[in-house]
């Protein structure tokens, strides 16, 4: 009986795993270094108990890259290695998994504010949004806070008439602060929010409200030391606009301005009206709307496709009307579920809008709100035809709309994005490394140049050849850059250079991987790895040929 | 009114004139096509009565092949016929029009709110950095600005008046006969208010209809141009549908389409990827870009058409004005919703065929945002019900808007003109006042147009003073309507339009060659060099029998 009940639910929940684990391997096409680090490091823990720095059990954060990446994913991802062994599907389940969760999370949520069928057409939305499923497939941290905050939501509202669901709510708040750094601005501004605009229903349980964020803060002490060191800025100091590369451009552009200015008024006057405090309100200032806009959620995303597309948008077209309606609705209504949702989605933008625009897996945090409104606008429009007839057709259109859509969505994220995305999300290690693993008989030393992507290919070289993790501790060789990124040398004959050296700097027995077009050589390469559209992705030469043709012309 | 609040209204439209006449004739620099057709054509309506096609040109005139309306060419003609033939007299007309929107923004939000929201409402748009450079270059779409907020006074008073009805109507038909984007706009924009009204204009039902019956019969004479190609060209050349980016489109499907055939049926994708959805995204991401924050907030078009190309249309501070304006329009269900939510929804439905942010379809907009920021900036005033912070509110939006003016200020007399030079065609006014001046120590004088598409010849007739009976006599000039239907114009007098720098050897004794930087390279030094205002080369001008001579010496010394 109960089970007929919820067969609609169910059937969500399953259309949701399939969009999420069908090929999970391949799809996103290629495996970004942050995947593979995520699966290194987890493989190298249940291995030998230590990170690839040699650090045991790390907590609350791991160097990687040097970017410092907060644990939560890690150890997620340490449980599902131990069971698939290392693999990109293993590395991707933890967050394909989540994925699937915050759908039921989102019908919980969407259930609590508004009605049943508003939840089930929330939580359908949530299982197709391109953003999400997107989200969901790539082995990255940000989404697995959608379902943090969303069911840590679902506890606190439902807190407000049953005390005990607080605790559960504080846990799940909590733990998001550990799994990805968009949280640490986020959530202390949304929570602070919601406190203020449900004063009179805190101070029920302002008693336990007040021993749960004690405890709640008692458990992120362990968090302190790395908020207000290097480990917990890196990423804010490498990337954004005050501290990081496009600051730059900011300053010319203020010196420029002041010189013209200064031809024709006084300095004091031009240094007013010209300086860096301004720019940077009107850099953040546009940033924030840009990120709130309808280019960055409706218009083709990224041109790298990175956890978004480069073909499409992140949201469906049918879904605006929806989102437009559901909002004019709720503020018509005056409904108390927008005390939630306006804050979560005017602050999702926050901490994203200080390193830049389109940056999707900052950004994710938003869903399922869009989701949620979206279903709101549908409901409220269907329940106000009259007529039944109309309704029915309404009902007819909708499903042929949506169906057509996520056929088109499933076309898109199959067939089409791979072919446009796949260089830029390192398609090709696999087969590269695959391939060099295979010549270790033939050759003794292997040379990959960093030319090709910015130095992180050690960690794709670790992933792919399963490289044993004590091995490459005792066998590494590498430094810390003046900007906290890890620079790698060589790991035993696995040699990582800035860019291709001479042939003459390079022993006997090696082969040089390059990138397309980076060294022109007299003879050809051995091999190539290709990109999906067909492009050259890696050249690999066998180095004494080269040697010998050089000896050759030379002559 | 008070007395005190007169001189408030005084005190913005003596800002508005200042903003919009203070060095116009320099400020935008340079003086573009469309500028000079304006002004020529004008002046050719002046002396003989007819266009430089020799056509009487209404409703429309063929100019450059682009058939403009003649809106804005009439006023020229009178402007002309006080102040002469000249840049100032050509921008006259869209200046003082400028200055004139600032009042009817004024009677418009009166109208709509109270008289507070009015004065600052056109204090904004007295402010208004799109406004002013729309205002400064002779260019008809700003016309619209003024005519559609005083018509819809009008129809508002006539709510109250059915007098008014009258003319309200008078203006939107005008309207039609200045800039195309009424066309498509007012018919849409008019019929929405219409029927948003329909309860209290139950009243003047009869009224009602004779001003429309009078306004149709007012439209006539368009009918002909807006059922031909001559109504169309403009959506021919540019709309994504018929226009160059149409092959954008397409390539893009077929990639798409390639990278789905390896993997699924054809008819499947041809389902998914063809023109027809390819068109509607198209149109519906160009509505929603036509109506972001980035259109108006952030830089405008590198070329800085009818925009400033260094700085946004809006100001910064406008931004969450205009947001708790809409809000609070929404949630106090304010009756001006009715008249100003259509309005904005509704004006990038005619510029979204033809693509994103351009100033000048989008500027029939103006002036509702800006009287919605005005009341936005009331009701946040009425919301903060302390005195003591509705005191620092003031206070602080005032050293605000002061430094965002000084900024506008400095941005455009001396940032503005530094980067503006070369999409704005400046050095044309000194290169053909200089040409003018030598074309008699010339047997020809030849001008590459490879640069710049053509249209050299307005402003030649324009600055060097060509007769329009010269202009129509066969004998002096060569022109005739190309391929595409632009027009070409291969040569007035001895001066010759050439599509490039001829051969050396291919030319005659006597010849003077004008062309853009390094577009030639010869040994001998150009007679006289055109700069733009940041010091780049605009022309070259050779005398080509010294280059030869040159070029001799060195041969011989070879």
């Known amino acids: 009986m109960k089970l007929k009940k919820n067969l609609l639910l169910i059937a969500i929940i399953a259309l949701s795993a399939v969009l999420r684990f069908y090929n999970l391997s391949n799809i996103p096409a290629g495996f970004n270094d942050d995947e593979a680090a995520f699966g290194y490091n987890a493989y190298s823990i249940t291995k030998i108990g230590k990170d690839e720095w040699g650090k045991m059990l790390p907590f609350p954060v791991f160097e990687s890259f040097g970017d410092w990446k907060l644990v939560g994913y890690l150890y997620l991802t340490a449980i599902s290695t131990s069971i698939f062994g290392l693999s990109e599907f293993a590395t991707r389940f933890p967050s394909a998994l989540f994925g699937v969760f915050t759908v039921f999370a989102t019908y919980l949520l969407a259930k609590e504010l508004f009605n049943k069928r508003i939840a089930l057409l929330a939580s359908l939305l949530i299982a197709i949004s391109p953003w999400h499923v997107i989200a969901s497939r790539n082995a990255f941290e940000s989404d697995l806070l959608s379902f943090f905050i969303t069911l840590g939501i679902y506890a606190l509202i439902k807190a407000f008439e049953e005390k005990k669901y607080l605790k559960y709510s504080g846990a799940l708040f909590v733990l998001a602060f550990y799994i990805y750094r968009s949280a640490w601005i986020f959530l202390p501004l949304f929570l602070l929010t919601i406190l203020l605009l449900h004063q009179s229903q805190f101070r029920k349980f302002k008693k336990e409200f007040l021993k749960y964020t004690i405890i709640g803060i008692v458990f992120l002490l362990p968090l302190i030391p790395t908020i207000f060191s290097f480990r917990g800025q890196s990423r804010f100091v490498q990337e954004s606009f005050i501290t990081g590369a496009t600051r730059i451009g900011i300053t010319n552009d203020i010196n420029i301005r002041r010189g013209l200015c200064s031809n024709n008024m006084p300095t004091f006057t031009c240094t007013i009206i010209y300086n860096k405090y301004i720019s940077f309100t009107k850099t953040y200032v546009a940033n924030y709307f840009k990120n709130l806009s309808f280019d960055s959620f409706f218009e083709n995303a990224s041109p790298t496709g990175f956890q978004s597309f480069a073909t499409r948008g992140v949201f469906y077209l049918f879904e605006l009307p929806l989102l437009i309606l559901g909002l004019l609705v709720l503020f018509k209504r005056k409904d108390p579920s927008l005390k939630i949702l306006i804050p979560w989605i005017l602050l999702a933008p926050i901490g994203a809008s200080i390193t830049g625009i389109g940056n999707y897996g900052r950004l994710n945090l938003i869903l399922p709100v869009p989701q949620i409104i979206a279903a709101f606008g549908l409901y409220a429009f269907l329940t106000n035809l009259n007529l039944k007839a109309l309704r029915l057709a309404a009902i007819a259109t909708i499903t042929i709309v949506i169906t057509f859509s996520l056929c088109k969505f499933v076309v898109d994220m199959f067939y089409v994005e791979p072919f446009f995305t796949s260089r830029y999300q390192r398609y090709g290690y696999k087969e590269l490394f695959t391939y060099l693993n295979n010549q270790k008989s033939s050759y003794e030393h292997f040379y990959i140049s960093g030319k090709i992507d910015n130095s992180h290919q050690y960690i794709q070289y670790l992933f792919h050849q399963k490289v044993d993790p004590q091995y490459f501790l005792s066998n590494v060789k590498r430094s810390h850059a003046k900007d906290g990124w890890v620079s790698m040398e060589s790991i035993a004959n696995y040699h990582f250079p800035q860019s291709a050296p001479g042939p003459e700097q390079i022993p006997k027995k090696s082969l040089l991987v390059t990138g397309s077009k980076e060294v022109n050589y007299p003879v050809g390469p051995i091999s190539q790895v290709k990109y999906l559209n067909g492009e050259v992705g890696f050249e690999v030469y066998d180095v004494d040929s080269i040697k010998a043709a050089n000896l050759k012309q030379d002559k | ?558």
């Not at chain 2, 499947?268 to 972001?292: D, G, H, P, R, W």
């Open chain 2, 1 to 558: 009114m008070t007395f005190f609040k007169k001189y408030i209204l005084l005190a913005i439209i003596m800002l508005a004139i200042f903003l919009r006449f203070w060095k116009l004739d320099s400020m935008p620099i340079g003086f573009n096509d469309d500028e000079a057709a304006f002004g020529y054509d004008a002046y050719s309506v002046l002396k003989t009565g007819r266009d430089e096609w020799a056509k009487v040109a209404f409703p429309t005139f063929e100019s450059f092949g682009d058939w403009k309306l003649v809106g804005y060419l009439y006023p020229t003609v009178l402007s002309e016929l006080f102040f002469g033939k000249n840049v100032f007299a050509v921008r006259f007309p869209s200046a003082l029009i400028g200055v004139l929107a600032v009042i009817s923004t004024y009677l418009l939000a009166k109208k709509l709110f109270d008289q507070k929201t009015a004065l600052f409402a056109a204090f904004l748009l007295a402010i208004n950095p799109w406004h002013i450079i729309a205002s400064r270059n002779a260019f008809e779409s700003d016309i619209l600005i003024f005519t559609v907020s005083i018509s819809v006074y009008f129809f508002l008073k006539g709510i109250e008046e059915k007098k008014y009805l009258l003319y309200s109507f008078l203006g939107f038909a005008l309207s039609f006969y200045v800039y195309r984007s009424a066309w498509f706009f007012l018919p849409l924009f008019v019929s929405t208010i219409i029927f948003l009204h329909r309860n209290i204009l139950q009243k003047h039902k009869t009224d009602l209809l004779k001003a429309l019956i009078f306004a149709f019969f007012l439209l006539v004479p368009l009918l002909p141009t807006v059922l031909t190609f001559s109504g169309q060209s403009r959506f021919f050349q540019e709309s994504f549908i018929y226009g160059v980016a149409n092959q954008g489109i397409k390539n893009e499907i077929n990639e798409k389409r390639g990278a789905c055939f390896e993997h699924s049926k054809a008819f499947f994708c041809k389902m998914a990827y063809n023109k027809y959805l390819s068109n509607i995204t198209t149109y519906v991401n160009n509505y929603f870009e036509n109506l972001s924050s980035q259109t108006y907030f952030t830089k405008g078009p590198a070329n800085g058409y009818q925009s400033f190309s260094n700085r946004g249309l809006f100001y910064d501070f406008e931004l969450p004005l205009l947001l708790v304006g809409i809000v609070m329009l929404i949630v106090k269900k304010e009756k001006a919703a009715k008249i100003l939510i259509p309005w904005i929804l509704l004006v990038p439905l005619g510029a979204s065929f033809t693509g994103v942010g351009n100033p000048g379809r989008l500027n029939i907009m103006l002036p509702a945002p800006q009287i919605i920021a005005a009341y936005g900036f009331f009701a946040m005033l009425t919301l903060l019900n302390k005195r003591r912070l509705k005191g620092a509110v003031i206070f602080s939006a005032a050293i605000i808007i002061t430094i965002s003016l000084v900024r506008l200020w400095t941005d455009m007399f001396y940032f503005y003109p530094k980067i503006s030079g070369k999409y704005q065609r400046y050095g044309y006014q000194e290169l053909f006042k200089f040409i003018a001046s030598h074309k008699n120590d010339y047997n020809q004088i030849i001008i590459s147009r490879k640069n710049d598409n053509a249209k050299q010849y307005i402003h030649y007739m324009f600055f060097g003073d060509i007769p329009p009976e010269k202009f129509s006599d066969s004998s002096f000039t060569t022109r005739y309507r190309g391929e595409d239907k632009w027009q070409v114009v291969e040569k007035i007098g001895n001066v010759h339009f050439y599509p490039a720098a001829p051969n050396l050897e291919d030319v005659e004794q006597k010849t003077l060659l004008v062309t853009e930087e390094h577009e030639v390279s010869y040994a001998q030094e150009p007679i006289h060099v055109v700069k733009y205002p940041n010091g780049d080369t605009a022309f070259e001008l050779y005398d080509l029998d010294k280059v030869r001579e040159k070029l001799k010496v060195t041969d011989d010394q070879l």
